[in-house]
Every structure is written in C-alpha cells, then in structure tokens.
C-alpha cells in the first residue's frame, strides 16, 4: 500500500534562514508526490507536485522540493522563511485506485513555526 | 484559477438534524470530487469520492447512510450528514480534481461542524 510519513511533528526555524520539511514515501510504481500547506481554519493550498522529469519541482511562493529516488524522499524546502510561512504542510501520494482516478494519501503534517 | 468553494463555512446545528454542505469549482469542470474530514491536529482523512452521475465510493468504515452524497453536476457535490450527532462535529473539506489534470487535487476552504 502506498504510504507517506513525515518525521517531524513541528520544525522551527528562524525568519531569514532556509527550512526543510521532510517526507518520505513508499509506493508501488512510479510516485506521484505532492505538498500543500493549510493555514488554520482554512481548507489546504496546493504547492507544487512531482510527477515526472526534473527531480527538482518549483512551486508556489518560493518553495521547492527535491524528488530522490534512492532515499524515498520528497523534502520541501525554501531558501529563506518568512513569518508568513508559518503553517501545517502536508506531503501526499497518489494512490491510483480501480475506475481510473486519483487518491491522495497523507502525511500526519509537520507544523512549521518560523520566528522573527 | 482552480479555484473550489464549499457553502456554509460554518454550521451550528441541534442533535437528530440533518445538515447539507455544498462544494463547488468555480472556474474548472471536475471529474471527480472527494471529501475529507479532519480532527484537530490531525491529517485529512477521505470519506468517499464521487463521480458526477454516478455513486460515490465511500472508504471503509464511512457510514453511506449517514453521509449523503450527491454529484449531480461537473461543478457541484453535496454531502449531506443525517441524524447529525455531537461525535460528528468536525472540519469537513472538499476536493476535486479537473478535467485532464486529474493527478492533482484543489481544496475548497472547509467547513467547520458543531453539533450539540
């Protein structure tokens, strides 16, 4: 069965530094991968995906991921975090089910706290 | 664009009642829509997929009778919670995915059940 697992219930860092979150997956196939963040309250933003090709993927609001394959991991990363990043960001894998569409599987969520 | 709404955001409603949530893409066609629900500090987790005109698959465990769902249009779904009771107050979220994209899943803002 597919799976997603993301190590770090919270990750801090400081505004101005890089960020890591990390994520790490087991699929059967090819991985589709994918990172969202949700604000409180609110429903989840997608950011960016990997489906194929580069195993960099840029998506929104300057974050970026890195696909590699022999380690299963997807780490979302930024160069430099801003307080506004502050949020709970979720990793997911497709999981391709009979009839053709698409399930997503999530992570527990890392919450990411960057302070001034 | 890929922009998915959800009506009402919040909804207060007395025990033995039924409550309808709405869920809309307003800028694209949907394939398919699916629907989350998430406790407080914990991941998303799917209840069923719909396809419009047909049945929605529903996870196991989901009572089918008590969460109605209705796919009646590529730009609508509905669930419906019968008989609502306190243990089904939650965050409820919807998704769909587009026509031709159907890797990726936008998410509507979410819909915040109390029932008492």
């Known amino acids: 069965a597919q799976s997603v697992a993301q190590p770090e219930d919270q990750v801090n860092v400081a505004e101005g530094n890089p960020l890591t979150v990390k994520c790490t997956y087991s699929v059967s196939g090819n991985p589709y991968l994918f990172w969202y963040v949700q604000y409180p309250n609110r429903g989840l933003q997608f950011l960016l995906k990997y489906i194929t090709g580069d195993n960099l993927v840029k998506g929104s609001y300057g974050f970026e991921a890195e696909f590699n394959k022999s380690q299963t991991s997807f780490h979302l990363k930024k160069p430099s975090a801003l307080v506004s990043d502050s949020a709970l960001y979720f990793c997911?894998?497709?999981?391709?089910?009979?009839?053709?569409?698409?399930?997503?599987?999530f992570g527990a969520g890392t919450r990411l706290a960057v302070h001034p | 664009g890929a922009v998915v709404s959800q009506h009402p955001s919040w909804v207060i409603c007395k025990s033995g009642t039924s409550v309808k949530i709405e869920c809309r893409s307003l800028d694209f066609q949907a394939t398919t829509m699916f629907w989350y629900r998430q406790f407080p500090k914990q991941s998303l987790m799917l209840m069923a997929t719909s396809n419009e005109g047909s049945k929605a698959t529903y996870e196991q465990g989901v009572e089918k009778d008590k969460f109605l769902i209705n796919h009646a249009s590529l730009t609508l779904s509905t669930l419906t919670v019968t008989s609502a009771h306190p243990e089904d107050s939650s965050f409820y979220i919807c998704s769909a995915s587009q026509v031709g994209v159907r890797e990726t899943q936008y998410f509507g803002p979410g819909t915040r059940l109390l029932v008492l």
């Open positions: 997911a894998v497709r999981d391709m089910v009979s009839g053709g569409y698409n399930k997503l599987i």
